[in-house]
């Protein structure tokens, strides 16, 4: 069945069945861009612009939109099939350990991977860089890395510890990648534990960080999974 009502004053993401994501609570929304090296390693996220909007505003799911990131309708003139497929069991259940620095928990969730780029250098991976944490130049490093990813596939822990995150206000970044043939339009960055409500009114797991779909290509919707990033043609009609 389609989402109750939701007060415009709970700050809530909610899915709409094969249209946009209504967003409720004037939560803040944010313009961010990669800032890669010059041999094209994404290095840290920098805010280019701060989007008016209301206290209630609906983002783009299909990626057609004339007036992204906001929601046009053309959703509804296309063949844009918004099915959420996404992984319903939590991150604590999927993701793993990696061997690293004694004291430190380093984990991954590939499931949660967008392909963000900040997961390693030209030179080595990381998991390459965590089994070397021992040394506390490439830990800091390794650690810099986990609280870059917009997706939060990686995080860390003292052991035995609660995963230690990043501290994020609640807002919502339409980011823009940058790859080897220029700037695309990339996922939505979900911070600061912001509630995201499915069209069949199930809530996604309540995380510090979520990355959305806003090219309407992910095979996990509402998640995005990088297919921005591929630049993938779109079908015969659209």
Same mark, same amino acid.
């Given at each position: 069945?389609? #989402?109750?009502?939701?007060?415009?004053?709970? &700050?809530?993401?909610?899915?709409?069945? #094969?249209?946009? /994501?209504?967003?409720?609570?004037?939560?803040?929304?944010? *313009?961010?861009?990669?800032?890669? $090296?010059? /041999?094209?390693?994404?290095? =840290?996220? &920098?805010?280019?612009?701060?989007?008016? =909007? +209301?206290?209630? /505003?609906?983002? !783009? @799911?299909?990626?057609? $939109? &004339? =007036?992204?990131?906001? !929601?046009?309708?053309?959703? %509804?003139?296309?063949?844009?099939?918004?099915?959420?497929? %996404?992984?319903?069991?939590?991150?604590?259940? +999927?993701?793993?350990?990696?061997?690293?620095? %004694?004291?430190?928990?380093?984990?991954?969730?590939? /499931?949660? !991977?967008?392909? $963000?780029?900040? !997961?390693?250098?030209?030179?080595? =991976?990381?998991?390459?860089?965590?089994?070397?944490?021992?040394?506390?130049?490439?830990?800091?490093?390794?650690?810099?890395?986990?609280?870059?990813?917009?997706?939060?596939?990686?995080?860390?822990?003292?052991?035995?510890?609660?995963?230690?995150?990043?501290?994020?206000?609640?807002?919502? %970044?339409?980011?823009?990648?940058?790859?080897?043939?220029?700037?695309?339009?990339?996922?939505?960055?979900?911070?600061?534990?912001?509630?995201? @409500? *499915?069209?069949?009114?199930?809530?996604?797991?309540?995380? #510090? @960080?979520?990355?959305?779909?806003?090219?309407?290509? $992910?095979?996990?919707?509402?998640?995005?999974?990088?297919?921005? @990033?591929?630049?993938?043609?779109?079908?015969?009609?659209?």
């Amino acid at each position: 069945m389609e #989402n109750p009502e939701t007060s415009p004053t709970e &700050k809530v993401i909610v899915v709409k069945r #094969n249209g946009p /994501y209504k967003v409720y609570g004037d939560i803040p929304l944010l *313009r961010r861009i990669q800032v890669v $090296s010059e /041999y094209g390693e994404p290095l =840290t996220w &920098k805010t280019t612009e701060t989007f008016a =909007t +209301r206290r209630t /505003y609906l983002l !783009c @799911r299909c990626g057609k $939109s &004339k =007036t992204m990131p906001f !929601c046009d309708s053309t959703h %509804a003139r296309i063949p844009f099939d918004g099915t959420e497929t %996404a992984d319903e069991l939590s991150t604590l259940e +999927r993701r793993k350990d990696l061997p690293g620095a %004694a004291q430190f928990a380093f984990r991954r969730d590939d /499931y949660l !991977c967008m392909e $963000s780029g900040f !997961c390693g250098t030209r030179t080595s =991976t990381f998991d390459q860089l965590v089994a070397q944490s021992a040394d506390s130049s490439v830990r800091s490093q390794v650690i810099a890395m986990i609280e870059r990813c917009p997706s939060g596939c990686l995080t860390y822990a003292l052991i035995g510890e609660e995963d230690i995150e990043p501290s994020l206000p609640q807002e919502i %970044a339409a980011t823009t990648d940058i790859l080897s043939d220029g700037p695309v339009e990339g996922a939505l960055w979900v911070m600061g534990k912001i509630p995201v @409500r *499915r069209a069949d009114g199930k809530l996604l797991e309540l995380r #510090n @960080r979520v990355t959305l779909c806003s090219c309407g290509r $992910s095979e996990k919707k509402p998640l995005c999974d990088g297919a921005h @990033r591929r630049r993938i043609a779109p079908p015969d009609g659209e």
